[in-house]
């Protein structure tokens, strides 16, 4: 039990027989033995190996753990693309009230009110920030959202009689964009960026064919690029018969600056653990809701919001629908959350809050542009990507720089992507940090710069303040052990 | 700020938005509120919900009321963990990633299989996904079998995620309707050499525990994959491993570890699997490995199977999943511990039985004869009448059957779990037994 | 900013003009200035130096700060005589509820008869387990406690027509003791504890006149032994028409195992923080029942819980009453903790918790004896008072001893304390602590043994581990500062 | 472990208690409860507490409706911070330290004195010894002259803790029966030489705003301090602070800053002074110093004033305090800042001053026509009754003043926060005003 933060044994190596935490039973009379019961042929041993602790012990053990970890609330995180800003804790507290948190999903609609009223206004505030018809809460996360919006558009063809196999997808896409593609069922055809760093009309134009059922793309794009022929391009998909899907998940760069719907889109999903301050968790969980333009509400997965003279209930009667990607309907405590953000930045906040995201994004770029360049030319929305030439001049590497940046306590950038820029560096600081914490980050930025001139054996063995150096990922990947196992007993 | 970039105001840092798009992007929502009127706000809507709180409840199919024990709330409000991503920068997450090594560890132990993904969205998306891991296992085969006493949800969302695939079929197996278990005798018949992965539920949607070593038997003479999915993961303590009964992925929904009912969402989508599979299988994994000084650590791995690397070639789009569901499943897995799940499956059992029993005595009888773990079906005359009845005696049970099985329109669903008690179950028969029409 | 905890700035350096956070207005209508509807004469200017953050800055800031406490919930904390033992989380949670956290303590009693069940529950089992008649919830410390104890046994002797003005107190005993003692305007005379560590009737005797109100005595004492002659001692008391004063903080050992009633007790303070497990709080809030005889109810402070046949109300009409020590009745959010606590072991855990209690600190004691001798030969308690002779081999003190500890991740016992063992290590290691964790700190205290024979400047120069250094506390007392000051205005 | 110790059960090892004694011991309490029905039990509880939600509540007399904001329980609930105790090892507890630090400089802000301790129990007990403390400084005086106007649990506690001096007196200072103040030519005529220290609400337990600067000129005058007490310690936030005034120890209860009701505790007694008297003041304090290395750091100081070094001499026999109060009035406070602290006073006010006009207008008059911050008196016939119809239109306002003041039988408080608006401010009106018989 070291002074500061350390290794913490495993659970099962802490475990001690005959130890025990919670117990749960109400007390009552002995009751008949459950495998009996059930079936003794049924029923299992003994869970060898399941960990045996006090509650006092497991209760540390995760407290340790914690302890272990950088976080947004603690560090500044400025992981590009991932939005990581602020979680007002009211949100979480909201959330948690037995209201919410105690209601089950198939609890009769006319007592569940609260709840359905509650989707059905973020629903209305999503349509309105995005500018489309039609919103679904139901997909998990963004990257079902895609697939969603993805699987909406094929039955929207299908409808249609055209039975198209290809997404256009930009080569500066997200690896989830063509992920979904596949997953869709559709061929993905690659567009190229310009020079500039962003999609030309031109491009989309040479690659639409009558077997495109839509351009898959996100605004601003992954360089942190407004693109500026977006609306063009809408028009020529729409001419001829394919859609757009925006990928929102850069919608913190848009609130109240322009509505996907504007842009023309036909599909966005959005990514409410981003753009509408949902905590990440450590890697989710996240909502991804969808939003369309009319013409494709038939198609959104079921249930969906539906108001009766009764009041709202859960609709899963229509016909063209692709069905449902999930149980029950969208994650709901996430979506609290999602709708108090809203509710508490309101028309005026929101869009102030894509400013200032915007605006500490340019500052960075500006105070770190002599030794860190831009990848683009082109202004910047709320991140930013940069280069750099270490590579060249000290032979110092993008991961070198990074793991360099945690020894400053700051959570690094997006290293390497989008995959069209060399050894990029995606900064994303997000509108609720402030100037001194993003002066301190140039400060250790240009300071690790030099470092990596002067010393770069210092980057090369980064971290070193850290409870753990450098960790062996290679070695994980060679030989993997993905789980404990007893002492003696083998990996698989 | 604005100085230091060189522009004179806020908005010229949006000039590349052309401005008639701005002026069109004015958002007509209402003005911002303070902390206090939004806690007001959502609490009021919280109140609406009155189903929440004041009934004694007996709502099951696919989620589960269990206690949650307060350390579990107290680990996950930790700002370190709620407020990280995913561990892209190992050295700075070591918590969350020895917390994933552990709940996979667990989830390996749980199912009996070799080892388990951090984590997936729900049960139902798992269940999907896992078809379509057994789909790039088994290569060419066309075959989907679904059993129709699968819940319904996770059968739906299979035939959505199938949906863009036009060379795969799915087949429904049905169930016998004295027994409410899968029919062997239809999946024995199928095509064997087309059969690609068979999907049973256990326990079912029924609540009913399917054979799934006979089941495992027929779809392995098939060379197929079988696919377990569990929606109420507490019945893992007390029922065999899937993997020993011979599943080959075991998936399902982890909600009763822990996550409480939040309306439906986050649930916590599990699934494992035996080593051979490793690299078909979807989501992120957590791998153990040393650090510089030697010391064990922990790191994401093989993500050459993942989205961000292999692109459209990966085993899965998932990229966010549910990590913090999966450190509430860890969390009240420790504490309960070996001894304590394994009481709690068994104190399940003995007053879902005990349900069973009075229900029947009073002339109320289960619509299925097999074996059940804490749910099961019941013959109902009119399920949505007498879910008034027992609304109006402050109860909740269900979901009824009919609309998911039009075959089943005079059954609905009872779960029974820790939190009722005896007194609540005489409730219910009173209510269900009761001769007053609604 | 650094990767691990470190140096967080004040506050009020962090401030920058016009930041804001939380904005608890509603909106509304412009409304009349507030000056001027209380006068403009009577209003201050706005605070000079006041902070000025926003949310994420504050949350920052005191999640920072918290990474630099040592806490029960994270490390092993014997500190002796303050019983640092697990504190079941699921208690704040029931704190936490509306119904308690919402209550405003004048509410009408037919409105507030849960609250006023809890007390009273609460009241009858601290009587059951102290054997005691009559308990009031009224004191806010075990200080507190002992002050109204005091003042109960004043009252009670001034009503017998006697007016004494003596309290005997041992020696050993803890510092609020003597200085409660002053507080209740008796004057105190010191019992001298035997050389085995306990106070023998003999003493008692012969310092025992008609003046003496009350013996104030500990039990187990801070040596963390049990009084031997304590019912002898209580019935010498008792024939002389004084008191027998039980300072109750150390009731962890006798639960289930000795009722203070029966040792002839008249009064006893129990804290709530300590036995029944409310958290501590970094210094509070704790809760100080006091539980007395007979004779004495009439005098405990008021309000006092009573039944009438609408329910449990509160009372002030007690004529006899020493009055109130504070508003309202109780901290009642420690209450409803240690209530939960108490409900959740029930009599088996409750007797059992004692003995482990027991069992930990006498499993310490052995292991430790060959360099760390108990301060006593008789048996342990629930703690143990041992010392060491590194003074004398090595000139390590038993401060540099406990600094040291730190390094291993341990909070150190209480040190110099009783003030009758010179250089006293005080281990209190609680039920709640596993073995492995006590066999750790053995490992600790032998290594840090041999150690300040080797290498002394180790112990002298700790803690060399954590986020600080060694900090000077002659120099903090020195040089008082006491407060932040803007630049540039003179510390007075 | 028995082993390790050489004794064969654990029973052995309370041999030293003798076994009669032991025997005796026995509880009978009834057998303990899992965390779940421990939880169900509690909540059942807090439910029969209906005051506590569904009421428009007007309650002031001592603790205040404030809005908590999510942030505090946030902090508090931090187990480095809940679950340490008292900063003994500096090193150790920087957390604490420092913002122990942070709040003494707060609350040297609010009363606009030198120094502040680092909490006390509550607003009743820091009066009580800061009486205590003013006798230590001004040495053999006799006379304590308590207004009547001030809280009377204040003047209560003062009392208790002064019965055991017999060689000290209180005497009360009456107040104007018209403007609810204290009477500043009783206190003028009091005998000088004689005065210890004087005591007044600030504002006092009417609400009403007592001229603290003339009361400190009569005092100072008699060479004795001036101790303010401030119930309501969102008031310092508006009003000029005490110490500006004249007051020599400021002393209140910080319940307001983020604290909550808790049914009346704990609370958050504050106390500040005049540097040249810190070595009187009771209570922890914390101070600056430097680590090893140089590093600012915190730790606790002047611990000669205390129990634990200076036993019988010590200032006060406190020793655990309201720490983790006072960390919560730290996060409120900097969540608050500058400006909207000043803000949330200045609404609470307008809403008040709102609430005074509206019932005037329908003719329930406020008792007193001294100056107010968010409470004050109304004159009522029958004000039992009234809160019994109050009660019935779901409102809840208060205290009754009779039982205190038996002068006062006709009257009671008003106090109205941010947590009130307009139309519950109508909805009192209507109550108060309507002519129905109880
Ligand atoms: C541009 C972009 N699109 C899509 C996604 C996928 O969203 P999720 O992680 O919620 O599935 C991400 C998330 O990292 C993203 O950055
Ligand atoms: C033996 C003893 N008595 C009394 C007290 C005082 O209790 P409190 O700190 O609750 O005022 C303590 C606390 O440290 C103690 O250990």
């Avoid at chain 1, 933060?5 to 109400?26: N, Q, W």
């Avoid at chain 2, 795969?168 to 049905?174: A, F, G, R």
Wanted: charged share 20%; net charge negative.
């Amino acid at each position: 039990m070291p002074a500061l933060p350390g290794a913490v044994p495993l659970l099962f190596v802490e475990s001690v027989a005959g130890r025990r935490g919670a117990d749960l039973r109400a007390c009552g009379a002995p009751q008949p033995r459950a495998a009996a019961l059930v079936g003794e042929e049924l029923c299992r041993e003994e869970i060898a190996g399941f960990p045996e602790l006090s509650e006092p012990q497991v209760l540390r053990h995760f407290l340790r753990l914690s302890q272990l970890n950088f976080a947004q609330a603690l560090q500044f995180y400025p992981l590009g693309s991932c939005t990581m800003k602020y979680n007002p804790v009211v949100n979480d507290q909201m959330a948690a009230l037995p209201g919410f948190a105690a209601l089950h999903p198939l609890t009769p609609a006319h007592l569940a009110q609260g709840a359905l009223e509650l989707m059905a206004r973020l629903e209305g505030a999503l349509a309105e920030i995005t500018g489309m018809d039609a919103v679904s809460l139901h997909p998990a996360a963004g990257a079902q959202g895609e697939l969603t919006g993805l699987l909406v558009a094929r039955a929207y063809h299908r409808k249609q009689g055209r039975m198209r196999s290809k997404v256009i997808v930009p080569d500066s896409a997200h690896g989830t964009n063509p992920a979904s593609c596949s997953l869709a069922g559709f061929s993905m055809t690659v567009a190229k960026s310009n020079r500039r760093g962003f999609l030309e009309a031109r491009e989309i134009a040479r690659l639409l064919d009558d077997d495109v059922a839509a351009l898959m793309v996100t605004n601003p794009n992954t360089l942190g690029v407004f693109e500026p022929e977006i609306v063009e391009i809408a028009a020529l998909l729409h001419e001829r018969g394919a859609l757009l899907y925006l990928d929102g998940a850069n919608m913190n760069a848009l609130l109240g600056v322009a509505k996907p719907g504007d842009l023309g889109a036909d599909i966005v999903q959005l990514n409410l653990h981003k753009t509408f301050s949902t905590p990440h968790g450590g890697g989710g969980p996240g909502a991804g809701p969808i939003a369309v333009k009319a013409p494709l509400d038939p198609f959104l997965p079921v249930p969906r919001l539906k108001r009766t003279e009764a009041g709202w209930m859960l609709d899963s009667k229509r016909p063209d629908s692709i069905g449902r990607l999930r149980s029950f309907y969208g994650n709901f405590a996430m979506l609290v959350r999602g709708y108090c953000y809203i509710r508490a930045l309101g028309t005026d906040g929101l869009a102030l809050a894509s400013r200032l995201a915007i605006l500490n994004a340019n500052y960075l770029r500006k105070r770190l542009e002599d030794l860190y360049p831009s990848a683009t030319a082109e202004p910047s929305m709320h991140e930013c990507v940069l280069t750099h030439d270490l590579e060249k001049r000290a032979g110092v590497s993008t991961f070198e720089v990074a793991k360099r940046l945690l020894d400053f306590g700051f959570h690094p950038p997006t290293i390497y992507f989008p995959l069209i820029v060399h050894g990029a560096l995606m900064v994303e600081p997000t509108e609720t940090e402030s100037k001194e914490t993003l002066d301190a980050f140039v400060d250790a930025m240009r300071r690790i710069h030099a470092e990596a001139l002067t010393t770069p054996e210092l980057l090369k063995e980064a971290p070193h303040t850290l409870p753990f150096s450098r960790i062996d990922e290679v070695e994980a990947a060679r030989h993997p052990i993905l789980r404990w196992r007893p002492e003696g007993e083998p990996q698989r | 700020m604005l100085d230091a970039i060189g522009v004179a105001q806020l908005d010229d840092l949006v000039a590349s938005v052309p401005a008639e798009l701005r002026a069109r992007a004015q958002l007509r929502l209402e003005a911002g509120r303070s902390e206090a009127e939004v806690a007001a706000e959502a609490s009021a809507l919280a109140e609406l919900n009155r189903g929440a709180r004041g009934f004694a409840s007996f709502l099951g199919g696919g989620f589960y009321r269990h206690y949650v024990p307060a350390a579990v709330s107290a680990v996950l409000s930790r700002a370190e963990f709620a407020t990280a991503y995913t561990p892209y920068q190992p050295e700075a997450s070591q918590g969350t990633t020895q917390a994933i090594f552990e709940f996979q560890t667990l989830i390996a132990l749980l199912t009996g299989l070799d080892l388990a993904n951090a984590s997936m969205y729900d049960g139902a998306s798992a269940v999907a996904e896992a078809v379509l891991m057994a789909r790039r296992v088994t290569g060419k085969r066309r075959l989907v079998a679904l059993a129709r006493s699968l819940w319904p949800d996770y059968r739906e969302t299979v035939q959505t995620y199938l949906s863009a695939f036009g060379d795969l079929e799915t087949v429904e197996i049905p169930y016998d309707d004295t027994t409410g278990l899968l029919r062997l005798d239809r999946l024995e018949s199928l095509p064997g050499k087309e059969l690609l992965c068979a999907v049973a539920g256990y326990p079912n949607g029924f609540g009913t525990i399917e054979p799934l070593g006979k089941i495992a038997e027929i779809v392995h003479r098939h060379d197929a994959l079988l696919v377990s999915a569990t929606a109420e993961a507490l019945a893992l303590a007390l029922l065999k491993p899937p993997g020993e009964l011979g599943a080959d992925i075991a998936v399902g929904e982890g909600q009763s570890f822990g996550l409480g009912l939040n309306f439906g969402g986050p649930g916590l989508g599990f699934m494992a699997c035996r080593s051979e599979h490793v690299r078909q299988m979807p989501g992120r994994l957590v791998g153990q490995t040393r650090d510089r000084q030697g010391r064990q650590a922990f790191c994401l791995t093989l993500a050459a199977r993942e989205q961000h690397i292999r692109r459209e070639r990966a085993t899965s789009n998932i990229c966010t999943n549910h990590s913090l569901c999966a450190l509430a499943a860890t969390v009240y897995l420790s504490l309960l511990g070996k001894h304590g799940l394994r009481e709690l499956a068994e104190r399940n059992v003995q007053l879902a039985h005990q349900a069973a029993t009075r229900l029947e005595q009073r002339g109320v009888r289960r619509r299925f004869s097999g074996p059940f773990f804490n749910e099961f079906a019941l013959a109902l005359d009119d399920p949505a009448g007498r879910q008034t009845i027992a609304e109006r005696a402050g109860l909740l049970f269900g979901p009824a059957l009919g609309e998911s099985y039009p075959e089943l329109a005079q059954s609905a669903l009872i779960s029974v779990t820790e939190t009722n008690d005896s007194q609540q179950i005489e409730r219910l028969c009173a209510a269900l037994a009761t001769r007053e029409a609604p």
